[in-house]
């Protein structure tokens, strides 16, 4: 059974940093595309990162360009969301997801992605 499973959210300050995870499970994460999308309290789901199966970004939110990354640890079958720099508006429940496909969606339409993970929380306030 293919699953995502997210952890590493939490309560931030603004300015701080935190690394989101994304383990997979039923399939390797390098045969796919996976994206990162996060939604706020009253607000659509919104695509942030994706990374193709061999490894190329793209970035779907212009507000995290510079401050998030996308890394993937093949051995571990994990994905990484590294977010520096944040800011208040980043607070939302972020998600991972897979397309099966090996390329990213040119944009990020929910209904590209196949399987979803159950989110993590992510609050930056003082």
């Known amino acids: 059974q293919l699953q995502l499973v997210e952890s590493g959210g939490g309560l931030v300050q603004p300015g701080g940093s935190l690394r989101l995870s994304c383990a997979a499970s039923?399939?390797?994460?390098?045969?796919?595309?996976i994206g990162w999308f996060r939604q706020a309290p009253g607000k659509e789901r919104e695509g942030v990162l994706c990374?193709?199966?061999?490894?190329?970004?793209?970035n779907y939110a212009d507000s995290v360009k510079d401050r998030f990354t996308f890394s993937r640890d093949n051995a571990k079958n994990t994905v990484y969301l590294q977010m520096n720099s944040l800011k208040p508006e980043d607070t939302a429940v972020y998600y991972c997801?897979?397309?099966?496909?090996?390329?990213?969606?040119?944009?990020?339409?929910?209904?590209?992605?196949?399987?979803w993970g159950q989110g993590t929380q992510v609050t930056v306030s003082s």
């Open positions: 990374i193709t199966s061999w490894g190329d970004s793209t």
């Open positions: 039923g399939f390797t994460l390098d045969s796919y595309a």
């Open positions: 997801a897979v397309s099966l496909t090996t390329l990213c969606p040119p944009t990020p339409v929910i209904w590209e992605y196949d399987y």
